[in-house]
């Protein structure tokens, strides 16, 4: 165990939802990442990063070392000693002046265990205050912890990840807890309406030809 390996925010904010949102990112994909300080490192993602790892919008930030070594920092802590890692978030949490609207979960990476998620989701029980939001496609994790914890908090969000058909059967599942959401990738390429998908709402980060 290193216990010197501290679990940290990006408490930067967001150019779309401002400063008052904190991020918290580990590494992307499923390959070993070389970093500076913590040396090789395999990516989070795993399986759940079949067909979009080459297009992953994570790519392109790791051309800046501190950056891999923030993400294999966070990474290396949540594998080490999960509840260490997260006494760490929750007391930086705790000990802000300012403290954040929103906290991104895993903006970068994704959810390696059942255990990870419940963590998050104590936190967001402790931080009602604070609204938690993730996407995922560990669907899994989702059906352990929703199994598990008998009272979900109101203020975290669980996207389920839609890529065309994958994800539709999961987001079926889970769709009657208020607190899933569905974040579907829409190329124009497949209708989601004849899946019984309705898309309500469009991000506004991307225009119409997904640039």
């Known amino acids: 165990m290193n216990s010197k390996i501290i679990a940290k ?73 999960l509840e260490k890692a997260f006494d760490d978030l929750n007391g930086a949490i ?44 560990n669907f899994e994790a989702v059906r352990m912890v929703i199994n598990t914890v008998e009272n979900m908090p109101s203020n975290i969000t669980i996207n389920i990840s839609v890529w065309h058909e994958y994800g539709l059967e999961a987001f079926e599942e889970f769709k009657a807890y208020p607190f899933i959401k569905a974040f579907v990738y829409d190329d124009r390429a497949f209708d989601y309406a004849a899946h019984g998908l309705k898309i309500d709402t469009y991000c506004m980060a991307y225009d119409e030809s997904g640039k």
């Open 94 to 137: 705790d000990r802000a002046k300012n403290k954040p609207h929103f906290i991104r979960i895993d903006q970068s990476g994704e959810i390696e265990s059942p255990m990870e998620l419940l963590m998050w989701v104590l936190s967001a029980k402790k931080h009602p205050e604070i609204h938690y939001y993730t996407y995922t496609k």
């Open 9 to 81: 925010f990006n408490k930067n904010g967001n150019i779309k939802l401002g400063r008052r949102m904190w991020s918290f990112s580990k590494l992307y994909g499923n390959q070993t990442h070389e970093s500076r300080h913590y040396g090789a490192v395999a990516g989070t993602c795993g399986h759940h990063c079949d067909g979009c790892a080459a297009s992953c919008y994570v790519r392109k930030s790791y051309r800046y070392p501190s950056v891999i070594d923030g993400h294999a920092r966070n990474t290396l802590a949540f594998r080490t000693d």
